[in-house]
Structure formats: structure tokens, C-alpha cells
């Protein structure tokens, strides 16, 4: 029981801090969200937010053909986003730092990892629903056209 409560914890963890490590580290290539990314490391990523947020707007820009109101619009989407996604990376950084710091010998160690595991499952749902409701707010200053422009700009992801 102890050690499925252990590895359940540890999955939850690692699968939420791959969320939010694919975004400061992915790749040459658009994401999901209108983002490009030219490869990044996770120290990097506030550092260089500024200089992605002007390549990104400078490709949105020229790909989707975006009215100034649009550009404005996206920049203002785009920085709100920034604020919340660093709350959000802090937070994961701080349930690993707990995790990391359980007594093993605790006596209540299992629902010490347990309250983790419920922490984790709700930063990873509040992760998915702020990358939905951006990708939402984004199509609602795109019109049909530029949306599928968008969509078809996407770079081919393989299925695991």
C-alpha cells in the first residue's frame, strides 16, 4: 500500500512538472497555444519571455495576417498568461520541494504524500483548464480564417 502511494505521488508530480517543463522547454516549433519557442531551458524561460513574446507576435503577425487591434489584443492575452503560468510553476516547485522533504518515519507519512498526490491532481487540472481557456480567449480575437491558418501551422506531434 506504502509504496503504491509512493510511486502514485511521484507519477502525479512528474506528470504535472512535464506539463509545465514542456512548455519552458519545448523546441524550434509553434505549441498549442501560438507560442514559438527557439529551444529554451527551464532557468532560461522568465528571462527570455520577453524576447519569445516579440517572435511570437512577430510570426503571429506575418502568418495570420493579425489587424493591429489583434496584435494588441494577443500581446495583452499573452502577458496575462505569463503572470499566471509563473504562480503556477512556482506552486509545483514548491510540492516537489515538500515531497523531497517528507520524513519517511513519519507517522503520518502516507496521508502526508496522500494530501500531495490530491494537490498535485488540482494544479494539473487548474494547468489544463488556464491552456484551454487561453487557447479559447486566442480564437475569440481570431477570425474563422485565422484559426484554421493557426490550426494548420501546428507543428505534427506523434501519439504516444
Do not use: C
Request: glycine share 8%.
Amino acid at each position: 500500500m506504502r509504496k503504491q502511494l509512493i510511486i502514485g505521488i511521484t507519477a502525479a508530480i512528474i506528470g504535472a512538472g512535464a506539463l509545465s517543463a514542456g512548455l519552458a522547454s519545448a523546441k524550434d516549433g509553434w505549441d498549442h497555444y501560438g507560442e514559438r519557442h527557439e529551444g529554451g531551458h527551464h532557468g532560461k524561460y522568465e528571462q527570455m519571455d520577453g524576447k519569445h513574446s516579440a517572435m511570437r507576435m512577430t510570426m503571429m503577425t506575418e502568418k495570420l495576417n493579425l489587424t493591429d487591434e489583434q496584435q494588441t489584443q494577443m500581446q495583452e492575452l499573452f502577458k496575462s498568461k505569463q503572470g499566471r503560468m509563473q504562480n503556477q510553476r512556482g506552486s509545483m516547485r514548491d510540492m516537489h520541494n515538500a515531497l523531497r522533504d517528507l520524513d519517511v518515519n513519519a507517522a503520518d507519512y502516507d496521508q502526508q504524500v496522500a494530501d500531495l498526490v490530491t494537490k498535485a491532481q488540482e494544479k494539473t487540472a487548474q494547468m489544463i483548464q488556464m491552456r484551454a481557456q487561453q487557447k479559447k480567449a486566442m480564437f475569440a480575437i481570431l477570425t474563422p480564417e485565422q484559426q484554421q491558418t493557426f490550426m494548420e501551422m501546428r507543428p505534427e506531434k506523434p501519439r504516444h
